[in-house]
């Protein structure tokens, strides 16, 4: 039985910490796209922990993990990642398996990630740099390398063309500042680390389990408006956020796919550049980034705020096919007198409830609903929970068409609430 877990907005839904729930019920986590730009973070006891690459079943003892074909691998954010949690987890180096068919992110990716982001100036992604655009891109025009060319005898010298042409597109850039025998050296360390791990067929390894009858979960990273076909092109990343980019990424057939749970925000954010319609540059957008801590995981910037945008998320619902729907961080709007939820947008003096090609110039319409003077984080099962935020759950439930099957009220493991 195949789950996948997917973020249904711009990312950092809380899928980590969802994971991190539900892991319980599961034998294997499996990443399957994106790379170190990803930041999932768990919060265990009162210890804080942010996962990059490695899947977020990694803390919970006998869960396998494995790192997917679709993810792009960058061996130093690996074992940094690593040698970190074998801090606490003893055993953690043997339960993680990585697929032969990950793409591997150079540093010069890393470089060309900066330099193409300086050559756009205004227009720039606000990448997370890590390098993502650029292997992927190497990718699908078939000049990639893999995590199985590590273990083969030509890898110095296809890797040393590589590098080289790598090069010569920075000088295109006029991009210089890099010391790239130091880059190098701290890769090639890094490299010897991954050889000793377990390399995989991660295609029939998952297959195989399975077969078994073993329950595996797929961790998607980013999030649907941040697909590189569904989401704000062309401020998305370079991969497929969505439900269907498991079974690419993972080497799984469609029809192995049980659940498919999506994660929203009881609100929205964005971190990088791009279009936001319920955007709010004012006291609402700073008060809801202060109450929900809303810094990148993985870049530290601020995160941009706004209002629940039910016209992207009932796209995201029907892109991704989702059959369970998880709110998280819904203690974040404690104490709000009104809430506002866009229903629709206008768009070129029309009204339209779907999501457009371009959300650039739509200005939401917003329905108000009333808030809460409760602490949710305090509240541990459904029917303690506030009239007021049942009616809010309902209000979604009845836009979106699905029921809301599970409320995470706290970054910790045990403020999550299960619907009835
Ligand atoms: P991910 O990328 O989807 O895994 O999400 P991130 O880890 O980047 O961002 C989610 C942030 O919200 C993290 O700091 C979490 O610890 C925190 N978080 C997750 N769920 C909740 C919640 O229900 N309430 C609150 N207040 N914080 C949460
Ligand atoms: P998780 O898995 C939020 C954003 C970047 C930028 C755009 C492209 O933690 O939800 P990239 O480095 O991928 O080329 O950046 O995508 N971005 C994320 N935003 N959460 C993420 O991951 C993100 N990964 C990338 O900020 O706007
Ligand atoms: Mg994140």
Redesign the pocket.
């Known amino acids: 039985m195949l789950d996948v877990v997917i973020?249904l907005q711009?990312?950092?839904?809380g899928?980590g910490k969802v994971v991190d729930v539900i892991t319980e019920d599961y034998d294997i986590i499996a990443r399957f796209q994106?790379g170190p730009?990803?930041?999932?973070t768990l919060k265990i006891g009162d210890t804080q922990y942010v996962l990059h690459l490695i899947p977020s079943g990694i803390f919970r003892a006998n869960t396998f993990n494995v790192i997917g074909g679709g993810v792009v691998f960058d061996p130093v954010v690996f074992k940094k990642e690593m040698d970190d949690i074998l801090a606490v987890v003893n055993d953690a180096d043997k339960r993680i398996y990585i697929s032969r068919r990950a793409h591997l992110i150079l540093p010069t990716h890393r470089l060309l990630?900066a330099a193409q982001e300086q050559a756009k100036g205004k227009s720039k992604?606000?990448?997370?740099?890590?390098g993502?655009?650029p292997t992927y891109t190497d990718k699908i025009s078939r000049n990639g390398m893999r995590i199985g060319d590590i273990l083969m005898k030509d890898f110095d010298r296809r890797l040393k063309d590589k590098i080289d042409q790598h090069k010569r597109l920075l000088d295109f850039y006029n991009y210089h500042d890099y010391d790239i025998d130091k880059l190098m050296e701290q890769w090639f360390e890094a490299v010897d680390y991954v050889r000793k791990m377990n390399i995989i067929n991660s295609e029939y390894f998952l297959n195989k389990a399975l077969d078994r009858g073993a329950r595996v979960l797929a961790e998607g990273?980013?999030?649907t408006l941040?697909d590189i076909d569904f989401g704000t092109y062309p401020?998305?990343?370079?991969s497929s956020t969505i439900a269907s980019g498991a079974c690419i990424g993972l080497g799984v057939p469609s029809n192995r796919v049980n659940s498919i749970i999506g994660i929203f925000k009881a609100y929205t954010t964005?971190?990088?550049?791009?279009p936001f319609p319920t955007e709010l540059n004012d006291q609402t957008g700073e008060m809801l980034r202060k109450q929900g801590n809303e810094y990148?995981?993985?870049?530290g910037r601020p995160r941009r705020t706004g209002w629940l945008d039910l016209v992207a998320l009932r796209y995201a619902v029907m892109i991704n096919g989702v059959t369970e729907l998880i709110m998280t961080k819904a203690d974040v709007l404690d104490g709000f007198d009104t809430l506002r939820v866009a229903v629709r947008y206008k768009i070129d003096g029309q009204e339209t409830e779907e999501f457009p090609f371009s959300v650039d110039d739509v200005r939401p319409i917003y329905e108000n609903i009333p808030g809460w003077k409760a602490n949710l984080s305090q509240i541990g099962s459904y029917d303690d929970l506030p009239v007021e935020f049942k009616n809010y759950l309902k209000f979604i439930e009845d836009f979106i068409g699905k029921k809301i099957t599970g409320i995470s009220v706290g970054a910790r493991r045990k403020e999550f609430i299960y619907c009835k």
């Open positions: 973020g711009w990312g950092d839904e899928k994106g730009n990803a930041g999932h990630d992604i606000g990448s997370t740099l890590r993502i655009g990273a980013q999030g941040l401020y998305v990343t370079s964005r971190v990088g550049n791009g990148g995981a993985t870049t």
